[in-house]
């Protein structure tokens, strides 16, 4: 089966941005106002926050330099299996052309995008939505893999599986972390987003969204993703664990000490020497070889801290 190789951040140009994409504020059940959450996120290091209030827009009064705010919301709407509501959000949105709330769920995915924005299905876990759910909607972008405040919570936070059951059906949906930040500090600078982008603005922002252009993270980094035909080679921070997530009963997984020999996968030789395997040490990279059966592919890096990033898909065979 022919392999394509999905283009994402790490062999894009442009700028690194670290953002918060899910945020609400006393706009909607939010425990600060506005511009109090965007001073945390600017202080945090953050470049940019998204306000996504409940089923309005809300915005910072004032912007610190070099901070970018994105227009945002969460809907609330339609009614899942389970009998809960979806929770679609769009940030992006350009003003005067956000939909209403109280639309379907797929006409709120569909006005997102007319609004220029980007669309996604937030918290699946914490939500229980189930596979038909999730195929019963389509054309949006992405899914939160990680959500701090669902964790956090109620230890519903992980989401993966639901984007697993997504990508073996074809469906190309990108992974997100998210805070969905209600209080701060508590639930507030543990899930973003690392978006490769030419500048710090709105348009700049969700144009390399609506690309793919970004890894999710509640912890490392990823520096360099390189796919050829046959391998997929990672370069992390300093990790506990490296995956190469493919499909039913294929792919791979390489850990940091004893436990850490894998059938496909062998360690990136790091910038200081090759890594080693006692129980103390760290991996920063790893190669993965391809079989041939890899329906799809994506990464994830656990760090010994149980944080993890996350790449959107790398590769689909059809
Ligand atoms: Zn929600
Ligand atoms: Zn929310």
Redesign the pocket.
Known sequence: MPLEIIPGPFDATGNWYRGALHVHTTESDGSIPPDRTVRQYHQGGWDFVALTDHNRVSAPSQVPPGFLAIRGC?Y?IGQTELRQKF?IVGVGLEAGREPRPGQSPQETIDGIHDAGGFAWV??PYWSGLTTSDLLAIDRYDALEVYNAVCELEIGRGNSEVHLDDLLIRGRRVGALAVD?SHWPVFDALRGWVVVRAHELSQRAIVDALLAGRYYASSGPAIYAVRVTETEVEVECSPCAAISLIAGPTVGGRLSAGRAGGAVRARRLEGRQGQQGVGEAEQLTGAVFALTGREQYGRVRVEDAQGRAAWTSLLIVRS
Request: glycine letters at 0%.
């Open positions: 969460e609330d929770h937030a918290h969905d």
